[in-house]
């Protein structure tokens, strides 16, 4: 079965870090693009940061840029967001996308364009 699971969420108080973690099954992440997006109550879904097939190379949001950090590990076919520095205003569900590298699908800055597979969500809060 081809999917996208994440896991790493939870409650945190702000100032407090989480690692976000995003695994492939039935297919090999190194080939794909990237990215995380999340979706606060109320708000529409927003990228968060996307990583690249071709080279690896990082792009963040404005919101997050300093405190959060994508990363991909290839030989455990995993992608991961590291998030420092947690505010309230991080409180959202948390979705990883995949796209394989080919026209139409990469990273256009933080925004990863053309999905071809998405994970079920994990839930991070920010809450003292």
């Known amino acids: 079965q081809l999917q996208l699971v994440e896991s790493g969420g939870g409650l945190v108080q702000p100032g407090g870090s989480l690692r976000l973690s995003c695994a492939a099954s039935g297919f090999t992440l190194g080939s794909y693009a990237i990215g995380w997006f999340r979706q606060a109550p109320g708000k529409d879904i927003e990228g968060v940061a996307c990583i690249s097939s071709s080279d690896g190379s990082t792009y963040d949001a404005d919101s997050v840029k300093g405190r959060f950090t994508i990363s991909r590990d290839n030989a455990k076919n995993t992608v991961y967001l590291q998030m420092n520095s947690l505010t309230p205003e991080d409180t959202a569900s948390y979705y990883c996308?995949?796209?394989?590298?080919?026209?139409?699908?990469?990273?256009?800055?933080?925004?990863?364009?053309?999905?071809?597979?998405w994970g079920q969500g994990t839930q991070v809060t920010v809450s003292s």
């Open positions: 996308a995949a796209a394989f590298g080919r026209l139409g699908h990469y990273c256009s800055g933080y925004v990863l364009v053309g999905h071809d597979y």
